[in-house]
Nanobody
Framework: QVQLVESGGGLVQPGGSLRLSCAAS????????MSWYRQPPGKERELVAS????????NYADSVKGRFTISRDNAKKTVYLHMNSLKPEDTAVYYC???????????WGQGTQVTVSS
C-alpha cells in the first residue's frame, strides 16, 4: 500500500522558517521523482519544487526561488521542503507528490497546512 505522509506544517510569522517532511512507503522511493505542490485558499494547486531520483536535479517555482530548498534522503525514503523567509502569500496546503519514470503513475499525500501570519 502506497503512503505519502506529510508533516511539519503549522503557523509561522512572516520571515520565519519551517521544514516539511514527507515519509514514503509502499514503492521504490529512489526510482521516483518527488515534488511539493501547494494550494492556496481559493486557488488552484501549483508546483512548488521537484527533485530528481538521485537528487542531482531540482526545479523551483519562481515565487520560491532563493527561499525554499527541496531535498531527499533515499535511505530514509523521505523528501523535505525547507522554507525560509516565509511570506503571507506562502499560506497554503502543501502536498507531497511522487511520479514514476515517464509520469505513468503518480501518488499524493494528504497535505499539511502552512499558515504565515502575524
Amino acid at each position: 500500500q502506497v503512503q505519502l505522509v506529510e508533516s511539519g506544517g503549522g503557523l509561522v510569522q512572516p520571515g520565519g522558517s519551517l521544514r516539511l517532511s514527507c515519509a514514503a512507503s509502499g514503492f521504490v522511493f529512489s526510482l521516483w521523482t518527488m515534488s511539493w505542490y501547494r494550494q492556496p485558499p481559493g486557488k488552484e494547486r501549483e508546483l512548488v519544487a521537484s527533485i530528481s531520483r538521485d537528487a542531482g536535479s531540482t526545479n523551483y517555482a519562481d515565487s520560491v526561488k532563493g527561499r525554499f530548498t527541496i531535498s531527499r534522503d533515499n535511505a530514509k525514503k523521505t523528501v523535505y521542503l525547507h522554507m525560509n523567509s516565509l511570506k503571507p502569500e506562502d499560506t497554503a496546503v502543501y502536498y507531497c507528490n511522487a511520479e514514476s519514470l515517464g509520469g505513468k503513475n503518480t501518488y499524493w499525500g494528504q497535505g499539511t497546512q502552512v499558515t504565515v501570519s502575524s
